[in-house]
């Protein structure tokens, strides 16, 4: 058996112990405004429930282990005491993954992952209008943990206001387990799909992803392409040029003079095997 010192590992290593240790971990999808009402969206996964009455979740924005800056999730909450948690399942998980890059400070992540900002009744961070159950909340404490790099900063949310999507709820009107459709999150690249077991989704880049909205409209507006889709596509840090795209449609003459619609069929047949670049290619085609 492998026996570790915490104090005598890297923080780096230790991390990867404990995340893929203390795994599935639920995900609290965190949105919150700064003091100039600018939205950020941030996904956490130390979070949990731990009271009903009154009804209290915390999670934790930890420093950042590679260079022990704090989130701007942390910066904001210190200043509004407020936060929206909303949850995510399978429909959202890439939007939520794009949302994790480091974009600037003032950059809307609700705008680059493609999601709908939903105004809240009782806090004034906005909802993710796409998720199926969205938790306004007042925030009664930070706890910090520490000031080097990998402490966490346990937020104490106290829920004022429950928003529950009817379609994941069962005849009794209780949350069904299958319509939620909950995903979690595991060591490394690994997430879970609460009825379906293990997948992967590549970590977002180290870069910037181009983000949702700077793909083209036509593409974006798609009866075809799913959040999730267009997450995957976002998650790049530039697209194929002129060149590359000819070349693919000469390679694939099948692809040439296709309706959008078609086109984004095909799209989507290349990115359910992962291969995004392709996708992308097929996507350019005649634009």
């Given at each position: 058996?492998?026996?570790?010192?915490?104090?005598?590992?890297?923080?780096?290593?230790?991390?990867?112990?404990?995340?893929?240790?203390?795994?599935?971990?639920?995900?609290?999808?965190?949105?919150?405004?700064?003091?100039?009402?600018?939205?950020?969206?941030?996904?956490?996964?130390?979070?949990?429930?731990?009271?009903?009455?009154?009804?209290?979740?915390?999670?934790?924005?930890?420093?950042?282990?590679?260079?022990?800056?704090?989130?701007?999730?942390?910066?904001?909450?210190?200043?509004?005491?407020?936060?929206?948690?909303?949850?995510?399942?399978?429909?959202?998980?890439?939007?939520?993954?794009?949302?994790?890059?480091?974009?600037?400070?003032?950059?809307?992540?609700?705008?680059?992952?493609?999601?709908?900002?939903?105004?809240?009744?009782?806090?004034?961070?906005?909802?993710?209008?796409?998720?199926?159950?969205?938790?306004?909340?007042?925030?009664?404490?930070?706890?910090?943990?520490?000031?080097?790099?990998?402490?966490?900063?346990?937020?104490?949310?106290?829920?004022?206001?429950?928003?529950?999507?009817?379609?994941?709820?069962?005849?009794?009107?209780?949350?069904?387990?299958?319509?939620?459709?909950?995903?979690?999150?595991?060591?490394?690249?690994?997430y879970s799909r609460a009825r379906d077991g293990f997948f992967e989704i590549p970590k977002p880049l180290s870069t910037l992803g181009i983000g949702v909205d700077q793909i083209p409209e036509p593409i974006r507006n798609s009866t075809v392409l799913t959040g999730?889709?267009?997450?995957?596509?976002?998650?790049?840090?530039?697209?194929?040029?002129?060149?590359?795209?000819?070349?693919?449609?000469?390679?694939?003459?099948?692809?040439?003079?296709?309706?959008?619609?078609?086109?984004?069929?095909?799209?989507?047949?290349?990115?359910?095997?992962?291969?995004?670049?392709?996708?992308?290619?097929?996507?350019?085609?005649?634009?």
């Amino acid at each position: 058996m492998l026996t570790i010192n915490p104090k005598e590992v890297s923080t780096g290593k230790l991390h990867q112990y404990l995340l893929g240790a203390v795994a599935p971990r639920p995900i609290a999808f965190a949105s919150t405004i700064d003091e100039e009402g600018k939205p950020n969206l941030s996904p956490y996964s130390f979070f949990n429930v731990f009271g009903a009455n009154p009804p209290i979740m915390i999670f934790s924005p930890a420093r950042s282990v590679r260079n022990n800056t704090t989130k701007h999730t942390l910066d904001n909450i210190e200043r509004t005491k407020e936060v929206v948690i909303n949850i995510v399942n399978y429909d959202i998980v890439q939007q939520m993954s794009l949302s994790s890059t480091m974009y600037p400070k003032g950059v809307n992540e609700f705008v680059k992952a493609g999601l709908t900002m939903l105004p809240s009744e009782e806090v004034k961070p906005f909802r993710v209008a796409e998720s199926p159950v969205q938790f306004e909340c007042k925030v009664n404490d930070i706890i910090y943990t520490g000031n080097e790099g990998g402490a966490g900063n346990l937020i104490v949310c106290e829920v004022v206001k429950v928003h529950i999507k009817e379609e994941v709820l069962n005849e009794e009107g209780l949350i069904d387990q299958y319509k939620i459709d909950l995903v979690s999150r595991a060591g490394g690249s690994f997430y879970s799909r609460a009825r379906d077991g293990f997948f992967e989704i590549p970590k977002p880049l180290s870069t910037l992803g181009i983000g949702v909205d700077q793909i083209p409209e036509p593409i974006r507006n798609s009866t075809v392409l799913t959040g999730n889709n267009l997450g995957v596509l976002a998650n790049v840090e530039a697209l194929p040029n002129a060149e590359v795209v000819d070349n693919f449609a000469q390679e694939h003459p099948e692809y040439l003079g296709l309706s959008e619609e078609k086109k984004h069929t095909f799209a989507q047949q290349y990115l359910d095997k992962n291969d995004v670049e392709s996708a992308w290619k097929v996507l350019l085609i005649n634009r």
